[in-house]
C-alpha cells in the first residue's frame, strides 16, 4: 500500500486536527491533504511520473512534509538530501540522484547555481511565500493517491558517509509501513501523542518520527534547528510525549544549567525519548529524564533498516545494550561472517537482519544495487555486537570504525564508554590514527568539562578497565567535537581533528 493512504484516511478522520507545526505556520490534517495533493497534481502537470526524483534540499519545514507526501501521493520518489552539504559534495548528490523538480529556500537556491528550466522550487522564511507557493496557487487540490505495491519505492534517504560517500538506500513503500508499525507497537503510539522532530527529516530518524507520526495519527511538531531554550519551550507547550535524541543534544542537556529547564517542571507530558548515537555515561541519561521527563531507550537502526530497542518498561530497561527486536519490522541474528553460521548466546558475530523493514538495496539510476545476503537472506551490516540469554542486541560498533592495532580488535564504542565514565569528560570519540608498526594506535579525541583533565591522568584512569591494547594512546582535546549534518560525529573529521593537535 501507498504509506501516503494513512494522510488520506487521517485527513477524512479528523480534518481539524493539528497535524504538523514549524515555527512559521501550523496545519491541521485536511490542510496538509490539500496541499499535498496540490503538489502531486503540480508534479503530474510538470511531468513527473511514476520513479521520477524531487529533491527536498530544506530544513526542518512544514514545506518539506508537504513535499515527501506529495511525492509519496504522486509515485514520485522522494530524495531529503543533507540541507548543510554545499560545493561538491552537494552537486556529487545531485548528480547522483538526477531530481527532475528541486524544493529548496532562494538562498539555497542562488548557491545551487544551476541552470534555468532545472525546475527549482523555492519557499521563504516567511510562511506561504516563495515560487512554490506561487506555483501551487492554480494546482488543484483533489487528488487520488496512486496505488503501490509494498516493494515500490517511496524515498532514497541518503547515508551519512561516516567514512565513505553517501549512498542512496532505498525506502520502499512496505519498508516504512513494517517499520512505522513496529515502532508503534514497541512504543504504544496513538493519536494522542505529540511528536517532535528534532532530527532533521533527511536523516533515518527524522524521517521514522515523521513515519511514527503519520502512522499513528498524532501532531508533528518540528524543530528546525537545536536551540535548547526553544527545545524547552516546545516540550513544554505543545505538550510533547515522544522524540528522537542524538547523543550529542542529550549531552547538551545534561551539562546545561538545573534553571534552563524550570518551564518542563510539573508540565512535561514526555512519555519517552529514543536514540543514543555513541557511548554516553548512565549518569547523563538520568540526569535527562530528570529534566525533560518519560524514560530514554536505547536502542538500535540504520538507515538501510533493520532495528532494536529497550521496552518502556522502566524496570525492563537498562543503558547497556541496545534492546530487542520486533519482528513487524525485521528479525536478527549474530552470524559468523567466514562460515556465515548462527553464533551462540555472547558470541560476538555480524549483526545481520532480514524482513519487510530492510531495504532492498541502494539505488544507482536504473540500477539496484544489492550486498549478497548470507544464507537464509540474511542482510549482513558490517557491525559487530552479541545477543545475551534474554534476547537483547549488545551493539559493539560498527565494522568501518573497527580499529586493528597490533593484530588485535578494538571496538571504538567499548573504549568510548569508558572514557565517558571518567570524572572532567564531558564528550569523547575514538578512533584509530595510523602507525607504521601496530597497522592502527587508539586515539581519542576528548571534550572536557575539567581543564585539568591530561592525558596521562586518562591513561592511567583506563588502566582497570580496559586491556592494555585498548587504552589510547594518543589523546587530544577539543571545545566541540566535528559534526556530520545529522548531528552525528564526524568520524572522518575527529581523526583528522585529532592528528592535527595531538
Not at 531554550?229 to 551539562?255: K, N, P, S, W, Y
Request: aromatic share 8%; hydrophobic share 45%; proline share 5%.
Amino acid at each position: 500500500m501507498n504509506f501516503a493512504l494513512f494522510l488520506d484516511m487521517k485527513a477524512r478522520g479528523d480534518p481539524q486536527g493539528l497535524a504538523v507545526a514549524d515555527h512559521r505556520w501550523r496545519l491541521n490534517w485536511r490542510e496538509l491533504e490539500y496541499r499535498a495533493s496540490q503538489l502531486a497534481n503540480l508534479l503530474k502537470a510538470r511531468g513527473l511520473r511514476r520513479g521520477d526524483r524531487m529533491a527536498i534540499y530544506l530544513p526542518n519545514r512544514v514545506e518539506a512534509v508537504i513535499a515527501l507526501l506529495g511525492c509519496m501521493k504522486s509515485g514520485v520518489i522522494a530524495a531529503p538530501l543533507n540541507w548543510r552539504l554545499a560545493g561538491q559534495e552537494l552537486h556529487k548528490v545531485l548528480g547522483h540522484c538526477a531530481p527532475a523538480c528541486i524544493l529548496t529556500t532562494q538562498e539555497k537556491a542562488e548557491l545551487l547555481q544551476l541552470p534555468a528550466g532545472a525546475g527549482v522550487l523555492t519557499v521563504d522564511e516567511k510562511a506561504g511565500s516563495g515560487s512554490f507557493w506561487l506555483a501551487l496557487q492554480d494546482s488543484p487540490g483533489v487528488f487520488a493517491t496512486v496505488g503501490c505495491q509494498a516493494g515500490d519505492v517511496a524515498s532514497l534517504l541518503y547515508t551519512s558517509g561516516t567514512t565513505s560517500s553517501p549512498k542512496a538506500a532505498i525506502h520502499t513503500h512496505g519498508m516504512r509501513v513494517a517499520v512505522a508499525g513496529a515502532m508503534a507497537d514497541c512504543f504504544e503510539l496513538s493519536s494522542r501523542d505529540v511528536a517532535l522532530c528534532l532530527s532533521p527529516l533527511f536523516h533515518t530518524s527524522g524521517t521514522s518520527v515523521f513515519a511514527n507520526a503519520l502512522f499513528a495519527g498524532c501532531p508533528l511538531i518540528l524543530q528546525e534547528k537545536w536551540n535548547l531554550q526553544d527545545f524547552v519551550r516546545l516540550v513544554a507547550e505543545e505538550g510533547i510525549t515522544f522524540m528522537h535524541l542524538i547523543g550529542t543534544l542529550l549531552v547538551d542537556i545534561a551539562a546545561a544549567p538545573e534553571s534552563v529547564f524550570e518551564p518542563l517542571r510539573g508540565r512535561s507530558r514526555m512519555r519517552f525519548t529514543w536514540g543514543g548515537g555513541h557511548a554516553i555515561a548512565a549518569e547523563k541519561f538520568e540526569v535527562f529524564e530528570r529534566r525533560v521527563g518519560g524514560i530514554f531507550l536505547l536502542g538500535y537502526s540504520r538507515t538501510e533498516g533493520g532495528l532494536t530497542y529497550n521496552p518502556l518498561d522502566r524496570a525492563a530497561r537498562n543503558f547497556s545494550d541496545n534492546g530487542l527486536p520486533n519482528r513487524n519490522s525485521s528479525d536478527i541474528a549474530i552470524l559468523d561472517p567466514v562460515t556465515q553460521q548462527a553464533c551462540a548466546k555472547g558470541v560476538t558475530g555480524e549483526v545481520c537482519f532480514r524482513g519487510d523493514g530492510v531495504s532492498p538495496g541502494y539505488w544507482d539510476g536504473p540500477y539496484l544495487r544489492v550486498t549478497p545476503p548470507y544464507e537464509g537472506g540474511w542482510m549482513p551490516t558490517g557491525d559487530s555486537g552479541f545477543m545475551d540469554e534474554h534476547g537483547r542486541l549488545h551493539f559493539l560498533g560498527r565494522g568501518d570504525h573497527m580499529i586493528k592495532t597490533g593484530g588485535e580488535n578494538v571496538f571504538p564504542e567499548e573504549v568510548s564508554a569508558v572514557l565517558l565514565k571518567l570524572p572532567g569528560v564531558a564528550d569523547a570519540v575514538v578512533v584509530g590514527v595510523p602507525d607504521e608498526r601496530m597497522g592502527q594506535r587508539v586515539g581519542a579525541l576528548i571534550v572536557r568539562s575539567d581543564p585539568a583533565l591530561a592525558p596521562a591522568g586518562i591513561e592511567q584512569a583506563c588502566r582497570s578497565a580496559l586491556a592494555g591494547y585498548k587504552i589510547p594512546r594518543v589523546i587530544a582535546f577539543t571545545d566541540e567535537l566535528p559534526k556530520l549534518g545529522s548531528g552525528k560525529a564526524d568520524m572522518n573529521a575527529c581523526r583528522s581533528l585529532l592528528l592535527e593537535l595531538a
